[in-house]
């Protein structure tokens, strides 16, 4: 699959939708779809060109929300509207590929991308496959993602996947740390950012993220497993829902 021959439809939250955007984008691809929530043609990233509806020259569709009823309602207008051999791509890390193929005519070219605030970016991206994902399908998916300069990841369809579970357990122990006044939040970052060599501190990470989307991955796991150790931090509940700060010394308790 070549680049600038067919373009590429992408729906979703405005954070992960500019953060496919800023690092496919680049590669020449022509971009169209729409952001959950916005007015028509207003407030378009850049780079992208509103549409509502897919056109059959499109050869690969992304759904990257991370609410379930807005993900099902986009994903069956894309699966309604796309052409039978196009591909479609869709954030997978709170609910799995395997559920959100039942909602689909066409469930073979469908297949789940680890699509998680800060990790699109990232050189490396994970895919899972259901059972009923063609050969054809992930054939298609790797080489668009190889031609947008990525490294890809075939991983089990699980809730978190990969990369997003273990990330968001470090950021959930860094707030108990926190709570426990273990180190200031400073400290915190700057010993994983130097003891593990990570690109950003656990705290500093999270807050990139945005704690409410970790809070919510952490209690997707938890009702998945029904393991308490997913259980969120008391603080990180509180930053989540904006009722918790700190200075760079300590947190602060009230």
């Not at 509806?53 to 207008?77: M, P």
């Amino acid at each position: 699959m070549k680049k600038n021959l067919v373009p590429i439809y992408v729906s979703g939250d405005r954070n992960l939708v500019e953060e496919f955007i800023g690092s496919a984008g680049n590669g020449g691809w022509q971009i169209i779809g729409k952001i959950n929530g916005s007015p028509a043609r207003k407030g378009m990233p850049r780079g992208m060109r509103h549409s509502a509806k897919v056109s059959r020259s499109v050869g690969v569709a992304l759904e990257l929300s991370q609410d379930e009823r807005t993900k099902r309602e986009n994903l069956r207008a894309i699966d309604r509207q796309l052409r039978p051999d196009a591909v479609i791509l869709s954030s997978s890390v709170l609910v799995t590929a395997a559920v959100q193929a039942e909602w689909l005519r066409r469930p073979e070219r469908l297949i789940g991308i680890g699509a998680f605030p800060t990790l699109l970016s990232r050189p490396l991206i994970e895919l899972a496959c259901t059972i009923r994902t063609s050969d054809t399908a992930l054939q298609n998916c790797m080489s668009f993602l190889k031609d947008s300069g990525r490294e890809v990841s075939v991983v089990q369809d699980r809730v978190g996947m990969v990369m997003p579970r273990i990330l968001c357990m470090i950021i959930n122990e860094a707030a108990f740390a926190l709570t426990e006044q273990v180190a200031s939040p400073a400290d915190i970052d700057t010993a994983m950012k130097l003891g593990t060599n990570y690109p950003e501190g656990p705290i500093a990470w999270g807050d990139r993220i945005g704690f409410s989307s970790v809070e919510r991955l952490l209690l997707a796991l938890r009702d998945d497993l029904g393991e308490d150790r997913y259980r969120p931090a008391p603080l990180l509940r509180q930053l989540a829902s904006g009722n918790a700060w700190w200075n760079e010394k300590s947190p602060k308790k009230g």
